[in-house]
C-alpha cells in the first residue's frame, strides 16, 4: 500500500530556518513532489527528487533518501508569505499514467 | 494565455442533483487529472487520463464520473451517488508519461451541497 506521513502544523519566526519531513512506504516508488498551497488557492510546484541527496533551489531546498523512504523540504530566511500548507507526493508511473498520492499537507506559521 | 481553467470559483447545488465541473487547458498536455480535497486533508484523486478516450479511476472513483472527448476538455460529473460531495475539487495536468513532468494545477472549484 501507499502511505505518506508528514506533520500536520508547525510554526516558526520570520528569518529563521525551517525542516519539514516526510516519509513514504511504497512499491514502484519513482520520484517525490513538494508543492505549496496557500489557503483556497491551487498548489504549486516547488520541488522534484528522484535521486539521493539534496536539491537547492533559492531559499528552498528538498532531500531525498530511497533506502531510507524519507524526503525533506528546508526553508531557509522564512517570510510572512511562506505561511502556507507544504505538500509531499510521491509518483508512480502505471501504465495508465503518471500517478500522484499526496500526503495531508504541513500547515506552516510563521510568525514574528 | 496558456493555462488550466476551472469553472465556476464556487458552485452550490441541492443535494441529490447531479453537477458536472468543467476543466479546460490549452498547454497541449497530455494527461489530466481530478483531485478532491477536503479541510486538514491532502488531494485524493478521482480519475486521471492519459489520452483521449481514455481514462481510469483513481482513488475514490465512486460517485463520480468523467469523459475525454478532446484533449482540451475533462469534465467531472458528482452524482447523487456521491454521498459527502462538499469538497475543494482541483484539475491538473501533466504533458505526459514522463515521471519528472509535474502536475500543473488549475485554480480549483469550490462545491458546496445544500
Known amino acids: 500500500g501507499q502511505n505518506i506521513d508528514q506533520p500536520t502544523e508547525m510554526t516558526a519566526t520570520e528569518g529563521a530556518i525551517v525542516q519539514i519531513n516526510c516519509t513514504y512506504q511504497?512499491?514502484?516508488?519513482?520520484?517525490l513532489f513538494w508543492y505549496q498551497q496557500h489557503a483556497g488557492e491551487a498548489p504549486t510546484f516547488l520541488s522534484y527528487?528522484?535521486?539521493?541527496g539534496l536539491e537547492e533551489k533559492g531559499r528552498f531546498s528538498s532531500f531525498l533518501s530511497r533506502s531510507k523512504g524519507y524526503s525533506y523540504l528546508l526553508l531557509k530566511e522564512l517570510q510572512m508569505k511562506d505561511s502556507a500548507s507544504y505538500l509531499c507526493?510521491?509518483?508512480?508511473?502505471?501504465?495508465?499514467?503518471?500517478?500522484?498520492?499526496f500526503g495531508t499537507g504541513t500547515q506552516l506559521k510563521v510568525e514574528l | 494565455d496558456g493555462g488550466i481553467t476551472q469553472s465556476p470559483k464556487y458552485l452550490f447545488r441541492k443535494e441529490g442533483q447531479n453537477v458536472t465541473l468543467s476543466c479546460e487547458q490549452n498547454?497541449?498536455?497530455?494527461?489530466m487529472y481530478w483531485y478532491r480535497q477536503d479541510p486538514g486533508q491532502g488531494l485524493r484523486l478521482i480519475y486521471y487520463?492519459?489520452?483521449?478516450?481514455?481514462?481510469q479511476k483513481g482513488d475514490i472513483a465512486e460517485g463520480y464520473s468523467v469523459s475525454r472527448e478532446k484533449k482540451e476538455s475533462f469534465p467531472l460529473t458528482v452524482t447523487s451517488a456521491q454521498k459527502n460531495p462538499t469538497a475543494f475539487y482541483l484539475c491538473?495536468?501533466?504533458?505526459?508519461?514522463?515521471?519528472?513532468?509535474?502536475?500543473?494545477f488549475g485554480p480549483g472549484t469550490r462545491l458546496t451541497v445544500l
Open positions: 487520463s492519459q489520452i483521449v478516450n481514455d481514462f
Open positions: 507526493a510521491e509518483t508512480i508511473l502505471t501504465g495508465g499514467g503518471n500517478k500522484l498520492t
Open positions: 498547454l497541449n498536455h497530455d494527461a
Open positions: 511504497t512499491s514502484g516508488f519513482n520520484g
Open positions: 527528487n528522484v535521486l539521493d
Open positions: 491538473a495536468t501533466t504533458s505526459g508519461g514522463n515521471v519528472r513532468n509535474e502536475q500543473f
